[in-house]
C-alpha cells in the first residue's frame, strides 16, 4: 500500500509509530494522486519561484529540510535534554509534510505549462497541507507544524518541532533567495 509514497520518501521509516508513519504515507499517496505533477516533475521542478534560475528542485528541497531538521533535532536533545522535549516522530512527520500542500498548487494550462491552480490561489499550502493531514487524522501536533511552518505562523506559538522546522525550512531558502556569494 501506498507504494508512490514509499519509494518518494524511505525516510518514512524513521517514524517508530507504525500507524503515524502509515498516515504520514497516505497522505503523500493522496497528494500524488490528486495532483498535476508526477514524481519527476517533482525531481525536476524548482524548490520556489522567488529564486531566478534556481536549479535546486522542490525534491531536492523537501529531502534537505527533513534530514537537517532531524540532524539539528538529534543535537537539540543532546544539549537540552529534558529541558526541551522533542517528539522526533512528530517532527519527522512534520518534515515530511510539510509542504505536501504544494502538490495541490499547481495546474497545467492549455498548452501543458505549470500554473498556480485556482485552489492553489485561495489556499496556500499551509492550508491545503494542513487539510489533508486533517483528512487523514494526523495528530494536531503535527498538523500545527505543517499549519504554522511559514510566515502564517509568525503570529503563533510554535512548538519545539514546529521552531525548528519553521527555520529548518526558512534558512535552506533564504541563502538563495538574498545570498552575498
Ligand atoms: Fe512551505
Redesign the pocket.
Known amino acids: 500500500m501506498y507504494e508512490r509514497a514509499r519509494k518518494l520518501w524511505p525516510e518514512a521509516e524513521w517514524i517508530e509509530d507504525v500507524k503515524l508513519r502509515e498516515k504520514v504515507l497516505a497522505v503523500w499517496e493522496y497528494a500524488l494522486e490528486h495532483s498535476v505533477l508526477s514524481e519527476k516533475d517533482l525531481e525536476e521542478i524548482p524548490f520556489t519561484m522567488l529564486v531566478k534560475d534556481c536549479r535546486v528542485s522542490f525534491m531536492t528541497h523537501k529531502k534537505a529540510v527533513v534530514h537537517v531538521a532531524v540532524q539539528a533535532a538529534r543535537e537539540m536533545e543532546k544539549w537540552f535534554g529534558e529541558s526541551m522535549p522533542i517528539d522526533m516522530d512528530a517532527l519527522i512527520a512534520g518534515a515530511i509534510l510539510?509542504?505536501v500542500g504544494k502538490l495541490l498548487e499547481y495546474a497545467r494550462d492549455a498548452e501543458g505549462r505549470l500554473v498556480t491552480s485556482p485552489e492553489g490561489k485561495l489556499l496556500r499550502?499551509?492550508f491545503s497541507g494542513a487539510g489533508l493531514a486533517m483528512k487523514f487524522d494526523l495528530p494536531a501536533k503535527v498538523v500545527h507544524i505543517i499549519a504554522y511552518?511559514?510566515k502564517e505562523g509568525d503570529m503563533a506559538k510554535r512548538t519545539p518541532e514546529g521552531y525548528i522546522l519553521h527555520h529548518v525550512?526558512f534558512m535552506t531558502f533564504e541563502p538563495f533567495k538574498d545570498h552575498l556569494w
Open positions: 510539510l509542504d499550502h499551509t511552518h511559514s525550512d
